[in-house]
Structure formats: structure tokens, C-alpha cells
């Protein structure tokens, strides 16, 4: 019997636990699944080889005891605790998968986790994971044609499913909103393009947008996202005089959320003292100059240059933000804490609502006849419903085939590892297809 270790069971890990159930009496597997609660976690008592139990991840004994009796570990942990998972299990010799991007400090560890034979495998889900994988899959063909890859654009998107798309924003929260809401600040978006550097500061994201097409699904707006520049060397396009990754929402929605960047809603680096019992619209007013004569709504239009006729003044009047009846329940709250609880009044999952991944990659290259060619992979996934979502269909099975293939010695790799490779992406991918996540190429 092998036993599977699961630390952190939210949103992301239905479809995760729910694999894995499944293969546990062919595969000979036993799975303890923990988090910090686990009242949301009580259905799972009913099958015979799960066992779940509460989880203090500072508590090394605690912690170590659970690792000592597994045979592998799966944090779906936020990524500020995996680097003390990694730790202990490099110091208990447990093989370790996570689907965030590996930090300086879980790549430190490298050279130690090799030599205890033991692989660390992160980026081992959606965005990143199904996009390193079925990116690097396209340009390892490529260049074992001898191709020559120029240009290299890449997009993910968590979006609402067309059947469940019911207000102006077109979105609703399908991963954490926090995140959401904190989507691009820190540094610059960095990529090149036409052999151009460029680094496209917060204040702009949002207007620095491109339009593409994925088939059956209509025109969808992207902007760039993180430093896409570190990616040349990761997938072996260091000469390569494009290389943009990025962010995919439906159209006309980053020119809204501009609004909130401009008003300053989205900034988490401040707290408002009186922010308890505020209403909607003193919160929005807080932003906004001082005027004796004019209406916030006013001075909202002003601020922004936008009138009653535009489509964003619809939107803004749809999330309440000028009602003086709704009232913030945080107290000393940031003002991107704030607009996140407002905005998940409008856009959280209803029961039924059903959400959608979107990937768009497009590669540019000449082949050996000196012949330009292009090649767009698109891939489409829709979830069942607002549990077994489609943003953790994504991110939970990449996981859940990766920890059979790591137990039944099909990945060789040792060290810290990313899906990268042939011995990884090629059964991941395959397996995929029958979970209806494949890509289509044109």
C-alpha cells in the first residue's frame, strides 16, 4: 500500500482528491488528506482509503509525523509554506509535488534533493504547468526540425463559462480573489518583442492590451504578465526576438479594471482607520478630491473621463459602489481588502455556475525551406459546476497523474524539477486528453 499525502484541501483540490479516489484500489493507495479545518473535508470519511485529520504546518512535529508516514507529499498549500514542507521532506527522504512556481529557495535545495535521489517537481498545474508542457511539447518538435522559433506568445485565463456569464463584467471569481484583485503589482510586466525590451509598469497594464480569437468561444483580450523574459533560457529560446506570456480576460474588461487601478482601489499598501461600518460610496469617495458643489458621481466621471453612455459607468453602477446603504464589515482594512469584498458580492460562483479555462499559445517560425509558418494551440475547458470547477480540474489533475507517475518509477528526474521535459508532459498531456483538456492546433 502506498500512502499520499495531501497538505491543504480548498478550491483547487476537488478534482485532485477525486483522481486519485478513483485509481486508490487499482494503484494500491492510501490518501490522508489535511488542512488547517477540515469541516469541509467530512464527506471524504465515507471512503474506506481516505483519512483526513487537521494540520498545523508550524508545528514540525506535527508536520514531520505526517510526512514520516507517507510515501509522497502533495502541498496545495499557499506558496509561502512549501519551502518548510521542502525542508522536511528533504530531511525525511518524501518526494514532494507542488503547482506553484519554485521559488530561490526551494532551487537552493536542488543539489541536496538529487543526491537523497528525490525529486521536488512544482509548476505542476494550470498557469504554471499545462502551459510549460504543452508550449515546450510544440517547441521541442520544432526544433528537432531544425525550425527556427521567432516569436513565442502565450495566455491563461480563469474565466466564467458562456452559460453562466450573467452581468456586465462578464467574470466571476473562479480562484482566489485576493489574488485577483493583486493581479500584476510588485514589478513590471517584462517581455521583448521584435527584439524590443520592454517593461510595462502597473499604472499601464491594463491599457496594454492585445486581441485574439480562440475558436468556438469569439475575440477574448490579452495584456502581459510577470517577467517573460526568464522564460527564453527555461524553454530554450534564448535568441527568440519575442517572448510575451500573459493573462487572457474577456473583451474590454482590463480597460474596466483600469478604473479601479486609476482610483487607486486595487492598493494594498495602506490601511483606512475608519474603514468599519464605511459605506460603499464614502469608500469610493475617500479617493476622490475635494469638491463643495459636485456629486461623487460626478467627480467619478471626471476622474475617470467617462460618462453615463460609456459601458464602465454601467459596470460601476452594477458592483453598488455608490450605495450609501451597503456597509464595509472590515475593520483597518486596505483598500484592495475592501474592493475585494465588494466585488465578490456580485462575483462569486453561484451554486451552478459553471467557470472556464481558456490557454492560448501562437509560435512563429521558418522552417528549413526559409519559409515563414505560424501555428496557434488553443485550448477550452468548462467546468461542471461551482465545486468541481474547471480552474480545479486544471490545476488538480496535472498533480494527481504527476504522483502516479513519480510512484510507479515512470520519472526519472531527480532535483528540483518543472514539467518541462518529455517523461513528464508526454503521459500528463496524454492522460489530459481523456479529462476532455486538449490543445488544437492551427
Not at 474565466?159 to 473562479?174: G, H, M, Q, R, V
Not at 481588502?337 to 492560448?360: C, T
Amino acid at each position: 500500500m502506498r500512502n499520499i499525502l495531501i497538505i491543504g484541501a480548498g478550491k483547487s483540490s476537488p478534482y485532485l482528491i477525486k483522481y486519485l479516489i478513483e485509481h486508490s484500489q487499482k494503484q494500491e493507495l492510501n490518501l490522508h488528506i489535511t488542512d488547517v479545518k477540515i469541516d469541509h473535508l467530512t464527506h471524504y470519511r465515507k471512503h474506506k482509503r481516505c483519512s483526513i485529520s487537521p494540520i498545523n504546518i508550524l508545528n514540525e512535529k506535527e508536520r514531520e509525523q505526517y510526512i514520516l508516514e507517507s510515501d509522497i507529499v502533495i502541498s496545495m498549500l499557499p506558496a509561502r509554506f512549501h519551502i518548510i514542507l521542502a525542508k522536511s521532506c528533504l530531511k525525511l527522504g518524501r518526494n514532494l509535488l507542488t503547482a506553484s512556481y519554485v521559488s530561490d529557495e526551494m532551487k537552493s535545495l536542488s543539489a541536496e534533493i538529487k543526491d537523497k535521489n528525490l525529486i521536488f517537481l512544482n509548476e505542476i498545474g494550470l498557469d504554471p504547468g499545462i502551459d510549460h508542457m504543452s508550449a515546450k511539447k510544440i517547441i521541442d518538435e520544432l526544433q528537432n526540425e531544425s525550425y527556427n522559433i521567432n516569436s513565442f506568445k502565450s495566455y491563461t485565463g480563469g474565466l466564467i463559462a458562456p452559460e453562466s456569464d450573467n452581468n456586465s463584467w462578464n467574470y466571476k471569481f473562479t480562484w482566489n480573489p485576493r489574488n485577483v484583485v493583486l493581479a500584476g503589482q510588485g514589478s513590471p510586466a517584462k517581455y521583448i518583442e521584435n527584439k524590443k525590451y520592454k517593461y510595462i509598469p502597473y499604472n499601464r497594464l491594463f491599457e496594454n492590451t492585445e486581441r485574439i480569437q480562440i475558436n468556438n468561444f469569439g475575440d477574448f483580450d490579452v495584456y502581459p504578465n510577470r517577467d517573460s523574459l526568464k522564460y527564453r533560457e527555461i524553454y530554450g529560446l534564448n535568441e527568440i526576438d519575442t517572448m510575451i506570456r500573459g493573462t487572457i480576460r474577456k473583451v474590454n474588461f482590463p480597460r474596466a479594471w483600469n478604473m479601479f487601478v486609476k482610483l487607486g482601489l486595487t492598493n494594498d499598501s495602506f490601511k483606512i482607520s475608519n474603514s468599519f461600518e464605511m459605506s460603499y460610496r464614502e469608500f469610493l469617495n475617500c479617493f476622490l478630491p475635494f469638491h463643495n458643489s459636485s456629486s461623487i458621481e460626478e467627480k467619478t466621471k471626471h476622474v475617470l473621463e467617462i460618462n453615463e453612455q460609456d459601458d464602465e459607468w454601467l459596470k460601476l453602477n452594477e458592483i453598488g459602489i455608490f450605495s450609501s446603504a451597503k456597509k464595509i464589515p472590515l475593520k483597518n482594512a486596505s483598500p484592495a481588502q475592501i474592493l475585494e469584498y465588494i466585488l465578490k458580492e456580485s462575483w462569486s460562483l453561484e451554486k451552478e455556475d459553471k467557470d472556464m479555462i481558456v490557454m492560448y499559445h501562437e509560435f512563429k517560425y521558418v522552417d528549413n525551406l526559409n519559409i515563414e509558418n505560424n501555428i496557434i494551440s488553443t485550448m477550452a475547458c468548462i467546468g461542471e459546476d461551482s465545486t468541481y470547477t474547471a480552474m480545479a480540474k486544471t490545476v488538480g489533475l496535472p498533480l494527481a497523474i504527476s504522483c502516479l507517475l513519480i510512484l510507479n518509477q515512470k520519472i526519472s528526474l531527480r532535483g528540483v524539477q518543472t514539467p518541462i521535459h518529455k517523461e513528464i508532459y508526454n503521459p500528463v498531456l496524454k492522460e489530459l486528453e481523456n479529462f476532455d483538456i486538449n490543445f488544437k492546433e492551427f
